[in-house]
Nanobody
Framework: QVRLVESGGGSVQAGGSLRLSCAASGYTDCMAWFRQAPGKEREGVAV???????RYADSAKGRFTISQHNAKNTVYLQMNSLTPEDTAMYYCASRGGWYCTAAFEVYDYNNWGQGTQVTVSS
């Protein structure tokens, strides 16, 4: 199974930016970012397929950008205009197959990274 390793989390003030990275040990068709805040369910943030097609959660649209470096099997999540509501553990996930942009639920993915913490202070 492909191993996923996230990095780039940290603490930032509201209005700031962070870029998360997810390095995969091999190729996957679909890669996604999820997040889980304390006491809340894990939710999809953004997904990208091998052709660069993307989908975003409403909360991420206009602020976050998912991108990939295919040669490095790495996916990024650029997060701008962060608010305290973005505070969460961010997880990278992957799966094979088609229709990646339709795969936006936790149960759509069978491979997860260990997570990286993002904390936004007001």
């Amino acid at each position: 199974q492909v191993r996923l390793v996230e990095s780039g989390g940290g603490s930032v003030q509201a209005g700031g930016s962070l870029r998360l990275s997810c390095a995969a040990s091999g190729y996957t068709d679909c890669m996604a970012w999820f997040r889980q805040a304390p006491g809340k369910e894990r939710e999809g943030v953004a997904v990208i397929d091998s052709r660069g097609r993307t989908r975003y959660a409403d909360s991420a649209k206009g602020r976050f950008t998912i991108s990939q470096h295919n040669a490095k099997n790495t996916v990024y999540l650029q997060m701008n205009s962060l608010t305290p509501e973005d505070t969460a553990m961010y997880y990278c996930a992957s799966r094979g197959g088609w229709y990646c942009t339709a795969a936006f639920e936790v149960y759509d993915y069978n491979n997860w990274g260990q997570g990286t913490q993002v904390t936004v202070s007001s």
